[in-house]
């Protein structure tokens, strides 16, 4: 049973920071190829960044030089820091396997202005 779990989410006043972890359990496969999500109440799920079985990073504009994804394969694990954080950041954060298919249920992000 491939397994995706993500961690790390809560309230932060604006500015700050937090660090989303997405642990892969079940498949080394699945790992290689991840992708961050988010969706507001009320709004569709959008991109936030990926990183691929080659190491290619990328992300949507709206986070870029604010946020990084990383992963450390040993862990198995999938890493979003997100710094300066605005009110607008505010979501659910899901990780999926993009090889896989498979998606984690998600951790809450609440940033306060």
């Known amino acids: 049973l491939v397994e995706l779990v993500e961690s790390g989410g809560g309230s932060v006043q604006a500015g700050g920071s937090l660090r989303l972890s997405c642990v892969v359990s079940g498949s080394t496969r699945c790992r290689d190829d991840m992708r961050w999500y988010r969706q507001a109440p009320g709004k569709e799920r959008e991109f936030v960044s990926l990183?691929?079985?080659?190491?290619?990073?990328d992300y949507a504009g709206s986070v870029k030089g604010r946020f990084t994804t990383s992963r450390d394969t040993a862990k198995n694990t999938v890493y979003l820091q997100m710094n300066s954080l605005k009110p607008e950041d505010t979501a659910m954060y899901s990780c999926k396997s993009n090889r896989c298919g498979i998606w984690g249920r998600g951790t809450q992000v609440t940033v306060s202005s």
């Open positions: 990183i691929d079985f080659s190491g290619r990073i």
